[in-house]
């Protein structure tokens, strides 16, 4: 197939970054896109142990002949975008992908960030101004690149959008010392500012993407969509509320970039445990001993916030989910090295409502709260795995837990993650 998708089955964080980049390395894709979500995301990548972070760039930015397009789903915040370019810079030099913004982009604002600081504690946001700018986009009152065209009319933009805020801040969320502190002239400059850096730099472009993805499709060169957040995150079909704003299931490629693929393969990234962050149920969380282990040996601290990640077992049922909402043609496993070394692991396979079994995932939040999962216990394996390249040289358990999974949700496993390198991978 032409082009692929790779994203999220679980709540995020299941090592998208690793995978994307692995695939990015293919010649048959020329571009690496990222169509939804914005600096919420934190995607690592990791080169000869050397690790990089990126919230807004897609993950192929380390291939200099690539095309990085940020399509017109991912809301920008063109600050952050600039500092992520220069920490790049810095260490890989003008040696990055060429980066495509889509001019259709809307711009994170500062009254965005106030708001989420106001009221996404609950949800257990990020508080990089997600939600609220999503909201303005829906709510058709965004600024986007476009608007900057000239400075005049985007101040005007600003001016109008600014007034709205901070009666909004001030009044409806009884603020008024936070709505003061937005500076019309500030504002203005400092974004202004931001968005000409990125207009100067002769490895970005603001454009229309649309077209450029049409014609590379025109040429037979494939595409690499990257996906952010994942299934259980999206707004439509995630663990609502308890979701960010956008849509980041497999549709949100097609509102998010204004193109449709004409062949698309779907890898769902699965990590071999399930991590959240944020509030929001979680039925196979662990509180204990194994859970503080699978945080330590994975690491699994919030690549954008710094959090701790809450941790407990693989639920295959999400797996089976996110197979239905997105189309899944396979799967790619990450972090299996982690488990290594737990005497018993355990696997969701269904659930319990009222004595009643659920084979699928109860996506209800109000069901969910009462939903029990049903676990199959399987052997654990003590062997350390981060050598092994073939799927019949691992662990006979591991191969076994992998199959379960397979069964489970109803999905091949073709790639499996035995370490946070770039090679640290089983390609089946
Ligand atoms: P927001 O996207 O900042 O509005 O946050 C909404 C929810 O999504 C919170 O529970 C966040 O922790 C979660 N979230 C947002 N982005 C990511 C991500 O990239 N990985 C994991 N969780 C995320």
């Not at 504002?187 to 454009?207: G, H, Q």
């Not at 699965?270 to 503080?292: H, I, M, N, Q, S």
């Not at 109000?366 to 003590?382: D, T």
């Amino acid at each position: 197939m032409n082009h692929a998708v790779v994203l999220g089955t679980q709540w995020g964080d299941e090592g998208k970054g690793k995978i994307v980049d692995f695939l990015a390395r293919q010649k048959r894709f020329t571009s690496v896109v990222r169509y939804q979500g914005g600096n919420n995301a934190g995607h690592t990548v990791v080169v000869g142990g050397e690790r990089f972070a990126f919230h807004l760039l897609p993950s192929g930015i380390l291939y200099k002949q690539k095309t990085c397009v940020i399509g017109n789903g991912v809301i920008v915040d063109p600050k952050v975008l600039n500092f992520e370019i220069r920490r790049l810079e810095k260490r890989v030099g003008k040696k990055h992908a060429r980066i495509l913004i889509s001019e259709k982009c809307h711009l994170i604002m500062p009254w965005h960030q106030i708001i989420d600081g106001i009221i996404g504690g609950k949800l257990g946001t990020t508080q990089r101004g997600i939600g609220p700018c999503y909201t303005d986009v829906n709510a058709r009152r965004g600024i986007r690149f476009m608007d900057a065209k000239s400075k005049k009319v985007f101040g005007l933009r600003v001016k109008e959008e600014l007034a709205w805020n901070k009666k909004l801040i001030g009044l409806a969320y009884g603020q008024p010392k936070l709505a003061r502190r937005l500076n019309e002239a500030k504002i203005v400059t400092s974004y202004w500012r931001w968005i000409n850096l990125l207009k100067a730099n002769r490895r970005v472009e603001i454009d229309d993407c649309s077209e450029w993805l049409n014609r590379r499709q025109a040429k037979g060169e494939g595409i690499l969509f990257e996906g952010a957040q994942a299934t259980l995150l999206d707004v439509a079909h995630g663990t609502y509320p308890f979701v960010t704003s956008s849509n980041a299931t497999v549709g949100g490629l097609y509102t998010g970039t204004g193109f449709r693929p004409r062949q698309l393969s779907v890898v769902g990234v699965v990590k071999a445990y399930t991590t959240r962050v944020g509030t929001g149920p979680f039925p196979t969380e662990l509180t204990d001993a194994v859970a503080e282990r699978l945080r330590e040996v994975g690491h699994e601290y919030g690549t954008t916030t710094g959090r701790p990640r809450r941790c407990g077992w693989l639920d295959a049922t999400i797996v089976n989910y996110a197979r239905k909402i997105n189309g899944l043609d396979s799967v790619a496993v990450t972090k299996l090295d982690v488990l290594s070394g737990i005497e018993k692991l355990k696997v969701a396979v269904a659930y319990k409502v009222d004595g009643k079994t659920l084979n699928t995932f109860p996506v209800d939040v109000e069901l969910l709260n009462q939903a029990k999962p049903v676990y199959r216990q399987v052997a654990g394996w003590e062997e350390d795995i981060t050598r092994v390249r073939k799927f019949s040289q691992l662990p006979r358990a591991a191969r076994e837990y992998i199959k379960l999974l397979e069964a489970a949700s109803e999905v091949k496993v073709t790639m499996i993650g035995v370490g946070p390198n770039r090679n640290e991978l089983i390609v089946r």
